[in-house]
């Protein structure tokens, strides 16, 4: 059941609108200021970071999406091949189904057969851990592809309103506890869409996690990917359920500004990252690197690696660009630069506290 839910998944994604359709990232509330005089050329100009010991040649993760299906093998071989030849980081879908059937392994092991030397992460369900999964469960998922992190994917919303879902989150908090204290490789807490809050950040620093991926909201909606899958079966009751939630959510924007206002933890901003230019707004705002997800879908499904790549050059070209008219170096200049917010997402961090205009002045934003 696991691995035909992993099928359908990829199929709405690729024939349906799954998107926010009345919320938005708050990128578009987010400007960097343009700098006449950068003293730089655009050639001299690196994009690459330090980021949880390694070094990526572009702050960027494909983010985790398929595994356990044949055609999500070809997909993971052709973003694997990508994130190999252009130097990032690369994260597999929910790795359940061959913990549950060691047939479907090789679906997920692809990535590392083809790419033995990038950032690689392996990831499993919150909901998994709440129901039993501990330290053995979390040790496969890594040994399977030779990890050099866990994620943990925390998609309450998705659990509430799949038919199949497992709304179960209870205990979670101390299993990543746990993780983080047994495993050898860090443990990431991702989002999948609806993001991470300043309330949230702290539990889960605490917890001995180092990294976030605030998976914040104006990408995929999951939502709206079980909207279309409810609605295919005639499942009324889930339908109207994911209808009503496919907005549901803290913009990826805010929720970078909310997890960094609380928290030392390193940050990667995923949720509707569609551009170099939105990736320069994310670094700005605080985030280590960013992770891209459905835009690279399709070219993997239809082309594999070299349009998952043409893609991918374009955007470093944008982010590229944005550094140059910062007047930005480095990533770590990148950081620096101040950023205005106005509109809807300034009255949202304005009311929660976040300090809008420290990021106009770039005087004390972080902790
Ligand atoms: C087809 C597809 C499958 C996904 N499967 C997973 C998954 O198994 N585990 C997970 O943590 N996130 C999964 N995601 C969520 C992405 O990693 C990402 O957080 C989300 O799609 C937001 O990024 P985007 O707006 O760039 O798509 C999936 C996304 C897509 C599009």
């Not at 343009?34 to 960027?60: Q, Y």
């Not at 803290?250 to 970078?256: C, E, K, L, R």
């Not at 940050?267 to 509707?272: C, H, V």
């Not at 809008?356 to 002045?361: F, G, L, N, Q």
């Amino acid at each position: 059941m696991t691995v035909e839910r992993k099928f359908s998944h990829i199929e709405v994604c690729l024939n349906r609108n799954v998107e926010f359709d009345e919320k938005s990232t708050g990128f578009e509330d987010v400007e960097l200021i343009h700098n006449a005089l950068p003293e730089l050329d655009l050639d001299e100009i690196s994009t690459e970071v330090d980021f949880m010991g390694f070094r990526l040649k572009a702050p960027i993760i494909i983010s985790g999406m398929t595994g356990g299906c044949e055609a999500s093998a070809k997909i993971n071989e052709a973003l694997a091949v990508a994130a190999r030849e252009l130097g990032i980081g690369m994260g597999v879908g929910s790795q359940r189904a061959a913990l549950e059937n060691s047939e479907l392994a090789y679906t997920f092991s692809i990535a590392r057969k083809v790419a033995p030397d990038i950032f690689l992460i392996a990831n499993l369900g919150a909901a998994q851990f709440s129901m039993g999964f501990g330290v053995e469960e979390a040790l496969r998922a890594v040994e399977m592809i030779d990890a050099n992190a866990l994620a943990v994917h925390l998609n309450s919303l998705h659990e509430a309103v799949q038919p199949e879902g497992e709304p179960k989150f209870k205990g979670v908090l101390a299993k990543l506890k746990e993780l983080s204290s047994s495993l050898s490789v860090p443990v990431i807490a991702k989002e999948t869409g609806a993001g991470i809050s300043m309330e949230i950040a702290p539990l889960i620093e605490g917890a001995g996690v180092k990294c976030v991926d605030v998976g914040g909201a104006g990408g995929t909606s999951w939502a709206a990917v079980e909207y279309h899958r409810a609605l295919a079966v005639g499942d009324e009751l889930h339908a109207s359920l994911a209808k009503l939630y496919w907005n549901w959510g803290i913009p990826t924007a805010i929720s970078i500004c909310e997890v960094r206002s609380s928290s030392k933890l390193e940050i990667i901003a995923t949720g509707g990252i569609r551009s170099g230019l939105d990736a320069a707004k994310a670094i700005a705002l605080g985030a280590s690197v960013v992770g891209i997800a459905l835009p690279l879908l399709r070219p993997a499904f239809e082309e594999g690696s070299s349009g998952v790549i043409r893609y991918l050059k374009r955007f470093i070209e944008e982010l590229k660009v944005a550094m140059f008219l910062v007047g930005a170096k480095s990533i770590s200049e990148l950081r620096e630069v101040p950023v205005v917010i106005t509109g809807s997402t300034a009255e949202w961090l304005r009311l929660r506290g976040v300090d809008v205009e420290a990021y106009a002045r770039r005087t004390k934003i972080f902790k």
